[in-house]
């Protein structure tokens, strides 16, 4: 690398799933993080440095991650890396960033275990336990008591959040009345909804991706089952209303931020996002920006890109205001913030209340 | 037992398109006894090929008739996937016919291959909705259980065109000098068949077949991607191996029981003390013990290799 | 015999450099000089060739065609995984005796338990597929590859679809090639055995092999445990140089990538297999943003391969690197 080069900017680097099978939710954050540094690089850039950000593609394959990574670090010389939205993939990575000792924030793997790999790896979004709450506690306010789960056992981060769900209705006065499982890419649910049926739950958890959801909702109505369904952020897809039409209207998800939240920080985001890329940003979005928008905030902080400086300001991020609401790392790395719940409606994505930490 | 009766439902209608896409492995397999791996992805092509056509008819056919424009898209899906049929076998296989088995499956997991990430390029590879060309409604009279328009729909056509299969190779000379190239190819061609005709003329319908299914499992489960077909190609070559390889009525009872014992396993999985995540593994385990008990399946007749 | 034992030297060769000079930035030697991305691609193509070469006993030298390979790696990794991850602490304990070399014996030791796991399960595959042939077997293969990814999924003890994360960073460059050439030794060896005439035999006409007494069920099942071992190893090796497996990693889009390899070498040509699995590893970076095109390109080219050159890009090189000799 050029010595010049090396003085007039800050190299960030970004690993996402740019394709393969989740490069929706690849693609979303990337559009999110490239917009962050855009606006910093308008306003003056950080510590009189523009930043510059390398993005590499994992193609949503196992053992990817841990390649691109290792070429981010090593060849481009990153001063902290930003990914991934599948705590899978995060988890291929967090070590090495540790290991490298290069700061590492996650937009949106929810997956505790990410963080727990050591001090140099960050989150901007809550994890799944406190997203399982949320959902139990939102059952439970609606007297929603017998609950029957589905889960997509090929998805680490569908059983994660149906095992904290469980953990918290089971001590809170709910009952799961049946649990199911099935495999992302399955399309016939029809068995383990008559299963369901049978029960008679109050409500339907679907805790995997708007892929599946959709159809499950569909299916679901066929069979003349009328408990409504609640899912995760898994749910953020324009594709869940596509799918699944009217059978998911009347349901329910927790989210990251709502686009109806008039909040002029989420307003002029999606403005700007809209602007530039004439879509609607999804929660992916939103954390991408906010990962890279905490990133330079840090670095400001520290006056350094060091590795150990620029974790030390990291882990001191205090009511920092982002899109996605305040965000304060507590000492486990992780975001303490607010998730919303949202209800489909008319085909679009509701706001109906915020649920503190 | 409304709940088994119910299962009982939702099995048969999955299992009637396991027997569909069986149907087309076990024509393949008893003319030219070879394994069709693309079988599958031609099924997703079917499909796609249906949401293109209905999306591209419905403004000029909108006053049509509901169930005359599933027919035309039904029958535009056939006609395109019967000649992707022909056309694969014509580039792919027909230059390997004499070479040794192992040249041509190699080359089958090609054309699948091919045919998976060509889509995966072409659509996208997130799951898009399949228009309904049926409105789906729910059959009444049933008291307690619950079946579609569309599930009866399933049934009735998978039947159906078991039967006219039937009456092509039983009654036509087309199926007369199929059934005499699955017997003896070389003697076949001596007698004065065809065998290139006779050829993509199975290549064609087991495609159109496959394809007739896809529109079928579209219309149930309402949402395709490139790679839909891979579990159930495979899950139709098990249907197609339980009924016996080459055997018509045999895939169809096959696919039939595939899709009953899939359904009760994940329905009654706390009974039968199975995690429901073994699905997928049903249907090899039931290939395993077929092929190692019973590898004539339930109607195959019993072969030697001869040397 | 001869590309073999120079393909054999070169690897070995390689191995004990990289052995010697890796990790020490002090050396002067230009292998101390590779960065970690390049590190980590050397090391896989290292794990590739283990992986192409044990799959090509099976397919290559005996005509089983697996499609399974991916899961025997799977079995591999997570047993060795169990050994240095959930038996981590007490493990070390009782090793402690051994002083400093107490985590690379552990490693050993589940290297060895990752093999010998995977050997089982080739063992347990091998026994029914011998009355299947060509396409029931290689479906077979796929199933059983299929079976024990979903086993472990829904196995909570080795983390289910959640994977298993916190494995150490055991795998270098020198451990990677030492036992790559260990691989392309015990395969060409047993090529050159008995054995391997009765590979060959079961490949080229299994009938006329048992007409001539030859047990032919010994020989399958033989390359199924000799293939899955080192599979098991490869697999062991990938565990410890990611950290973090999931069920995901080992499906039957691997084993395609395995098969690809071997067909591309040249089924039966070990120094094709192996120069095939690199060549294949280094493309895989070098048309990184292309990923959608190659996937595309790689289909088009097992076609056009069967139709036009059955035996792969570089199968034959062994005769013909035979001929050269014999001509000078």
Request: glycine content about 10%.
């Amino acid at each position: 690398m050029a010595p010049s080069e090396a003085v007039t900017e800050i190299v960030v680097g970004e690993f996402a799933s740019l394709s393969g099978a989740t490069a929706s939710f690849g693609q979303s954050s990337h559009k999110g993080t490239a917009m962050a540094v855009d606006e910093i690089n308008a306003a003056g850039g950080v510590l009189g440095k523009k930043m510059r950000l390398v993005s590499e593609d994992d193609q949503s394959k196992p053992g990817e991650a841990a390649t691109v990574v290792r070429k981010l670090i090593s060849r481009e010389r990153i001063v902290a890396l930003l990914g991934e939205v599948a705590s899978s993939r995060s988890l291929e990575a967090a070590p090495i960033c540790q290991q490298a000792g290069i700061p590492m924030i996650s937009p949106a793997s929810t997956n505790p275990k990410v963080t727990e790999v050591g001090d140099f790896v960050f989150r901007v979004c809550f994890i799944d336990p406190f997203q399982g709450t949320v959902l139990s506690k939102f059952a439970l306010s609606k007297n929603w008591k017998r609950v029957a789960i589905l889960t997509d056992v090929k998805q680490d981060y569908s059983v994660g959040l149906s095992q904290f769900f469980k953990a918290h209705l089971s001590v809170n006065g709910g009952t799961v009345v049946s649990e199911q499982s099935y495999s992302s890419g399955d399309k016939d649910f029809k068995a383990q909804l008559t299963a369901i049926k049978g029960t008679t739950p109050d409500v339907i958890l679907a805790s995997g991706y708007y892929t599946e959801s959709g159809l499950i909702a569909l299916q679901a109505r066929e069979l003349q089952i009328a408990a409504p369904l609640i899912g995760g952020d898994g749910w953020d897809s324009p594709s869940l209303v596509e799918v699944g039409g009217k059978a998911v209207e009347g349901s329910f998800f927790s989210n990251h931020f709502s686009v109806e939240d008039p909040a002029p920080a989420i307003q002029t985001f999606l403005k700007k996002f809209n602007d530039k890329y004439h879509e609607q940003p999804d929660a992916m979005a939103a954390l991408g920006y906010d990962s890279a928008m905490i990133l330079a905030d840090a670095i400001k902080r520290a006056g350094t890109t060091e590795g150990p400086k620029l974790r030390d300001a990291l882990a001191a991020t205090k009511d920092f205001s982002a899109v996605t609401g305040k965000i304060t790392l507590n000492p486990q790395r992780n975001a303490d913030k607010s998730a919303v719940m949202l209800e489909v409606r008319n085909g679009q994505f509701k706001y109906v209340e915020t649920v503190a930490p | 037992m409304n709940e088994f009766l119910q299962q009982l439902i939702n099995g048969l209608s999955l299992g009637a398109v396991y027997a569909l896409i069986a149907l087309g492995y076990t024509m393949v397999y008893g003319v030219l006894r070879f394994i069709n791996f693309a079988h599958g992805d031609v099924f997703m092509v079917g499909a796609f090929s249906g949401m293109y056509l209905s999306r591209w008819l419905k403004p000029l056919l909108a006053h049509w008739p509901e169930w005359l424009f599933a027919v035309v898209v039904l029958a535009g899906s056939m006609a395109f996937c019967g000649v992707l049929g022909i056309v694969i076998e014509r580039l792919a296989y027909k230059p390997l016919r004499e070479r040794p088995r192992l040249t041509v499956l190699i080359t089958a997991i090609g054309v699948s291959l091919l045919l998976e990430y060509s889509g995966q390029l072409l659509f996208g590879a997130a799951p898009r909705g399949f228009p309904s060309l049926i409105e789906s409604r729910s059959l009444s009279g049933l008291g307690e259980l619950h079946a579609t328009n569309i599930q009866a729909f399933v049934l009735t056509a998978t039947a159906l065109l078991l039967g006219g299969l039937h009456l092509i190779v039983m009654r036509t000379r087309m199926g007369l000098a199929m059934r005499a190239l699955s017997l003896n190819p070389t003697a076949a061609m001596l007698m004065g068949v065809n065998t290139n005709v006779v050829i993509s003329f199975t290549f064609g319908l087991g495609s159109a077949l496959a394809a007739a299914g896809a529109i079928f499992y579209a219309s149930l489960y309402q949402a395709i991607e490139p790679f839909m077909g891979v579990l159930p190609g495979m899950k139709a070559f098990v249907a197609a191996v339980l009924g016996g390889v080459g055997s018509l009525p045999g895939a169809m009872v096959g696919g039939l029981i595939l899709g009953v014992v899939e359904t009760l396993v994940v329905g009654y999985s706390k009974v039968l003390g199975i995690p429901p995540g073994y699905r997928d593994a049903v249907a090899f385990v039931i290939l395993i013990l077929i092929l190692l008990f019973k590898p004539s399946g339930l109607f195959g007749k019993q072969q030697r290799e001869k040397v | 015999m001869g590309s073999r034992n120079s393909l054999l030297l070169c690897v070995l060769v390689f191995a004990v450099v990289s052995a010697l000079f890796t990790g020490h930035p002090e050396a002067a030697w230009p292998l101390a000089q590779i960065d970690d991305y390049l590190l980590n691609i050397l090391i896989m193509a290292g794990i590739n060739v283990i992986l192409a070469v044990s799959l090509n006993i099976v397919s290559g030298h005996t005509g089983q065609f697996s499609l399974g390979h991916a899961g025997f790696m799977a079995v591999g990794a997570y047993g060795s995984a169990a050994v240095t991850q959930i038996g981590g602490k007490p493990i070390l304990n009782a090793l402690s005796f051994l002083g400093g070399a107490a985590p690379i014996c552990m490693f050993v030791l589940s290297l060895l338990v990752g093999g010998l796991l995977a050997a089982l399960a080739g063992f347990a595959v091998g026994l029914p597929s011998l009355r299947l042939k060509g396409d029931y077997l290689a479906i077979v293969t796929l199933g059983f590859g299929e079976i024990i990814r979903v086993v472990i999924q829904n196995t909570e003890a080795v983390g289910g679809a959640r994977g298993l994360t916190g494995i150490p960073a055991f795998t270098t460059l020198g451990w990677t090639w030492g036992l790559a050439a260990f691989c392309i030794y015990c395969v060409s060896a047993l090529i050159r055995s008995t054995y391997g005439r009765g590979f060959l035999a079961v490949r080229d006409d299994e009938i006329a092999a048992e007409a001539m007494g030859v047990n032919t069920t010994k020989y399958k099942v033989t390359a199924f445990v000799v293939g899955s071992f080192f599979a098991g190893l490869a697999g062991a090796l990938y565990a410890h140089l990611i950290g973090y497996i999931t069920p995901e990693g080992f499906s039957f889009l691997k084993s395609v990538d395995v098969v690809v390899m071997v067909i591309l070498g040249g089924m039966g040509s070990t120094l094709g297999v192996t120069v095939a699995a690199i060549l294949l590893t280094a493309l895989n970076e070098l048309l990184r943003q292309a990923e959608q095109y190659r996937m595309v390109a790689f289909a088009l080219l097992l076609i056009v391969l069967m139709i036009a050159r059955p035996q792969g890009l570089l199968g034959g090189i062994d005769r013909w690197l035979q001929a050269r000799r014999n001509r000078s």
